[in-house]
């Protein structure tokens, strides 16, 4: 099986590495294609390799697979959709190509008697998405709650210990972990094109990206932090899906985790991922979700089944609407002018929506001016509880937007 | 797809109540054989089943597959072969019989045409063989940690909270954890012949069933949870094998693990997999590994990736030499008659076998004629630490034989 790679960066370049490492019986690397190819290449891949920065030559090449790490939509997905047509197959660890275009180029592949694997498309080198198609294609998943983004939780790890976001994000950014614009990771859109594939494989349910609610982790404060150590939680970013008989709730963002929930044992850039089935119970995934290394062994994984005439489990998704809708326990941080009546108002708007407060935190030692304080309420709809706080709108005793995050259950 | 499930017990009713409600797409239940047939028979299943007693009858029905889940070696092992024989593919979950004849059994599916899957036969409803096939192929894993028993952990996590084994063991066997003879589970031959499966799968490492040392848990006392809770860990009975250019070192037995590992982290029958490759670091899979319904999880998984032409990735293991030898850390712990002159000769039997003391720990409050007191010593081999205690023997202070246990790093 010839293979092409296309994209020579960290993990194009680490596919090579270990291809050459581990000489998997079958495989042999024939193609590299990269922009200015010539700073690209290296002297140690096998020495028939052919570089090119043509992606023509590879589709008339006799390449069988390409791999596709240059990322993006374009021209990434046009490479993809031709080589498939060409009968070549394609591994990919391009999420938001499978994410917004993964049903169409999986029926692609099929019609022209390829296959397209996708296995480093969502948390690298975790075998999640084999786990889920060749493992428990057996049960009724019900549930998927997640880690899916590196950088995030690296950063929440960080805040837990103390520090402060933006001292954690210059160390993110220079540590390699975050982008310069870090709005794909820290706003959820990274994470949130990884649930949708999740969602398709392991809930059958196919979403419409832009549809799936997400939450920015850049407004979870320290103080958020220290209140939800007192509430034996910590603060993860979170990629939430769940099926309803009439579709499904899915979100992404910052909600606390019970410190007892497999979900904070996360630390760094650690991934993990947790599925609920009705009949096996929970299952959870965990390990290094990014990294050249980790996501190339996925990439070399893939090949590894093709070469060997594995084919993955093809289940079929259905198109499934999607709402932010879930029934969960909420904190909610208010920072506040101090003055009379403001518990008062509060519970008001909570209880014209029916909402009932479960607790009230506030610790001493704040500014009066600046004075944050905490209502965890009992489970209820993300959007009676939008109600609820936009009737305290823009009051004038609110210092800031107050910041509302669901509480997972252990 | 016809199916035939021989062993109609907790497992083989679960995975024909799975097979009725999600009507897997090309999926077929046609025989069931049990022993005793008609007292096992029940109203559930598709009209046409045909059951039986007769093995004879299904090997000549048109059944494709059949799912072996009557366990032990004999009648399973015959059954098997006598069935891939015919170029019917098969499905067991019978660790057993796969950690003793897998590779023969292998061997025969593919001469025959046909297919061997067992993913129900290691962790029941966590995905780690194909999670390991499909998914870390394309890594060079070096080391397996697995929480494979379920019983042990319930016995030794309830252990951690203050109860004593003979009780929970008592516990564990009227909920149904354990069996009447425990031997299988505590002294660790249930989880030796699903290690052995995961060297052959992860490591690629043929090993002889017999020659992986066990020890068992029932030597671990009250006073042993309490100590390893002052080093900052917890007592499991951890599955090891790793691998070294010149063969395989692998042990089952009770182990010290720090709190902060994800070994850890298990609690009551929850297993727990953690493997670490050369190129993706260390991954983590845990969940339900036994009972009816997980187990048939895996089972069910194994029917649909047949139903789907998806073959398991063939990866070629090689008979190798296993050692019980690993170069660790040891909580060695005592019970003595108190007496001058014992810690000298403890520490004089360790030198002459060069080994570090790390630190001596002796509680308050114990009675002199019967003392416990732990001794921690820099990693070593297992076979100089043998020597060293073997030198101590049956010294006139000692009130029983020592206990040592190898200590994980975190």
Redesign the interface.
Known sequence: MKVAILGFGTVGS?VAR?LC??K?AGIELTQVLNRGVARKRVDWTPPGTHWTEDFEQVLRSDADVIVELVGGLEPAGTWVRRALEAGKSAVTGNKKLIAEHGVELDRLARANGAHLLY?AAVA?????????????????ITRIEGILNGTCNYILSRMEAGAAFSEVLCDAQSLGYAEANPSEDVDGYDARAKLVILSRIALRAGLDVKSVFCRSITQVDAVDLVYARDLGCTIRQIAKAELHPDGVSAMVGPMLVPLRS?LA?SRGTENMVLVS?Q??????????GAGG??T??????????LA???????LPSRATPVSGEFELRHYIRFIVKDAPGIVAEIAGALASEKINIDALFQRPGYDKADLPFVVTVEPCAASSLRRALDRIGSAAWLAQPPLDMPMLGE
Chains 1, 2 share one sequence.
């Not at 060997?308 to 093809?314: A, F, K, L, N, W």
Request: charge should be negative; hydrophobic fraction near 35%; glycine fraction near 20%.
């Open positions: 680490s270990i490492d581990l998997p296995g690298g080198g975790i075998p999640v998405i084999p786990g889920l198609r060749q493992g428990l294609a057996g049960d009724r497999p044992w089935g009949y096996g119970g929970d299952v959870v995934f965990s390990g290094h290394h980790p190339a062994v996925a990439v070399v994984s893939d090949l590894i089944s060997h005439g594995s084919r993955p489990v093809d």
